[in-house]
């Protein structure tokens, strides 16, 4: 049994929480730590198999206890792509197998990548699956879904299995026309202008329309402009089953950063303006937003310093993600409820998880600047470097087991 002495709760009081485990252990913390539920981190790429320079599950699960997260959704632009049953059973062994010699138990669930030619597989696997994820654009990988009539498919088949299908939406023929536009800049920060937001409007567009059609469930990953958020606030309004997630980097980031940070800030989608991200914290306010992801998705620095045009796209994030929250709850942006409800309560709802007892002790005064040196991910660097945060996860219990979040990280 884990008993947890003296612990704030989201209302202040502090009182006494018993966790059930096989491990007997007294943590008192002197009404110093609020107790949060666990985070479930619907949007990560650990980058195995194939691209395990990168990250693995090893260094990702160590970066996801650090950030106070026990439960993960992992992408499938994976080398080969997890698009079948194959695909999947394998990288099922190979997770296993990786978290074994860390002895770190992360619960984890994985999508399936939308292919055009294996969508048979979507019925198939649907009992082993968290659900499909399609890319209307290319990204980082091979996964791209270029066929309408292949994508209208997915939705379909999808919505047959009772599957929610996660897009990436950015528009593929506009990415390619506005490449050509701008062939051979290259400064970073033209990523935004070539990956524009008539993009990413178009495909979230032609997803809410194919979500209707088939009264499929759609999950719009990383919503990144104005025009995305009063779409998908209108389809909610005419009971259409769609969901949206934010990022840190697009509530944290604009475009202002790639003056500071060049291309360790290009993702896809790309950094917006002021004005969205102003957009995106009112989506948060109104519950047009229901999670928020970190689209952890790291390369190594040598990857980042490529030129424009060879430099991978994609920041790391898992383990920022929950400290650069509670900082902004203490500016006032957000409330330690809506946290919550962003990072997990919703994401059990919406996937109908079965709940678990995992929770996150938190010092909600503790400052602390992001150190790259300090960080879990295999990638060794951050986006959000050198800033102070106040607000940082203590211990995180994982199926009756404490992670005391320490630089060296271990188990008590």
């Given at each position: 049994?884990?008993?947890?002495?003296?612990?704030?709760?989201?209302?202040?009081?502090?009182?006494?929480?018993?966790?059930?485990?096989?491990?007997?252990?007294?943590?008192?913390?002197?009404?110093?730590?609020?107790?949060?539920?666990?985070?479930?981190?619907?949007?990560?790429?650990?980058?195995?198999?194939?691209?395990?320079?990168?990250?693995?599950?090893?260094?990702?699960?160590?970066?996801?206890?650090?950030?106070?997260?026990?439960?993960?959704?992992?992408?499938?632009?994976?080398?080969?792509?997890?698009?079948?049953?194959?695909?999947?059973?394998?990288?099922?062994?190979?997770?296993?197998?990786?978290?074994?010699?860390?002895?770190?138990?992360?619960?984890?669930?994985?999508?399936?990548?939308?292919?055009?030619?294996?969508?048979?597989?979507?019925?198939?696997?649907?009992?082993?699956?968290?659900?499909?994820?399609?890319?209307?654009?290319?990204?980082?990988?091979?996964?791209?879904?270029?066929?309408?009539?292949?994508?209208?498919?997915?939705?379909?088949?999808?919505?047959?299995?009772?599957?929610?299908?996660?897009?990436?939406?950015?528009?593929?023929?506009?990415?390619?026309?506005?490449?050509?536009?701008?062939?051979?800049?290259?400064?970073?920060?033209?990523?935004?202008?070539?990956?524009?937001?008539?993009?990413?409007?178009?495909?979230?567009?032609?997803?809410?329309?194919?979500?209707?059609?088939?009264?499929?469930?759609?999950?719009?990953?990383?919503?990144?402009?104005?025009?995305?958020?009063?779409?998908?606030?209108?389809?909610?309004?005419?009971?259409?089953?769609?969901?949206?997630?934010?990022?840190?980097?697009?509530?944290?980031?604009?475009e202002n950063d790639y003056r500071k940070w060049?291309?360790?800030?290009?993702?896809?989608?790309?950094?917006?303006?002021?004005?969205?991200?102003?957009?995106l914290w009112e989506a948060i306010r109104d519950?047009?937003?229901?999670?928020?992801?970190?689209?952890?998705?790291?390369?190594?620095?040598?990857?980042?310093?490529?030129?424009?045009?060879?430099?991978?796209?994609?920041?790391?994030?898992?383990?920022?993600?929950?400290?650069?929250?509670?900082?902004?709850?203490?500016?006032?942006?957000?409330?330690?409820?809506?946290?919550?409800?962003?990072?997990?309560?919703?994401?059990?709802?919406?996937?109908?998880?079965?709940?678990?007892?995992?929770?996150?002790?938190?010092?909600?005064?503790?400052?602390?600047?992001?150190?790259?040196?300090?960080?879990?991910?295999?990638?060794?660097?951050?986006?959000?470097?050198?800033?102070?945060?106040?607000?940082?996860?203590?211990?995180?219990?994982?199926?009756?087991?404490?992670?005391?979040n320490t630089e060296e990280g271990y188990t008590?």
């Amino acid at each position: 049994m884990i008993k947890i002495k003296n612990v704030k709760t989201l209302s202040g009081k502090v009182e006494d929480h018993i966790i059930q485990s096989d491990h007997d252990v007294v943590l008192d913390v002197q009404g110093k730590l609020t107790l949060l539920p666990a985070l479930i981190d619907a949007h990560v790429h650990f980058r195995t198999p194939g691209a395990e320079h990168k990250e693995d599950w090893q260094s990702g699960a160590q970066a996801a206890l650090a950030g106070g997260v026990t439960t993960v959704f992992d992408m499938p632009n994976n080398i080969p792509a997890c698009i079948s049953q194959s695909t999947l059973d394998e990288k099922k062994k190979t997770i296993d197998h990786q978290l074994a010699q860390v002895k770190i138990p992360l619960r984890y669930y994985l999508y399936l990548g939308a292919d055009q030619s294996h969508l048979e597989e979507i019925g198939k696997l649907r009992s082993k699956i968290i659900g499909v994820k399609v890319y209307m654009g290319a990204s980082t990988g091979g996964l791209v879904m270029t066929d309408p009539a292949a994508l209208d498919r997915t939705f379909q088949m999808a919505a047959q299995a009772d599957l929610i299908v996660a897009v990436h939406a950015e528009d593929e023929k506009i990415l390619q026309e506005r490449a050509q536009l701008f062939k051979g800049i290259t400064d970073p920060s033209i990523h935004s202008q070539i990956r524009d937001r008539a993009a990413a409007i178009k495909a979230v567009n032609q997803a809410i329309d194919l979500a209707e059609k088939y009264s499929a469930q759609l999950f719009v990953l990383h919503v990144s402009t104005a025009e995305e958020i009063d779409l998908i606030r209108k389809a909610k309004q005419n009971g259409i089953l769609v969901y949206a997630e934010a990022t840190p980097h697009h509530l944290f980031l604009n475009e202002n950063d790639y003056r500071k940070w060049g291309s360790l800030v290009q993702m896809n989608p790309p950094l917006r303006t002021r004005e969205d991200q102003e957009a995106l914290w009112e989506a948060i306010r109104d519950g047009t937003i229901d999670s928020i992801g970190s689209d952890h998705a790291p390369h190594t620095l040598e990857e980042k310093k490529f030129p424009y045009g060879s430099c991978p796209a994609g920041v790391p994030g898992i383990e920022t993600l929950l400290p650069l929250l509670l900082d902004a709850y203490h500016q006032k942006m957000i409330t330690l409820e809506k946290i919550v409800a962003l990072t997990r309560t919703n994401i059990e709802s919406i996937f109908r998880l079965e709940h678990n007892d995992d929770v996150v002790l938190v010092d909600l005064e503790k400052i602390q600047e992001v150190r790259n040196e300090a960080l879990k991910t295999k990638c060794g660097w951050s986006p959000f470097a050198g800033r102070k945060l106040r607000g940082w996860p203590v211990y995180t219990v994982l199926k009756g087991q404490v992670f005391h979040n320490t630089e060296e990280g271990y188990t008590i």
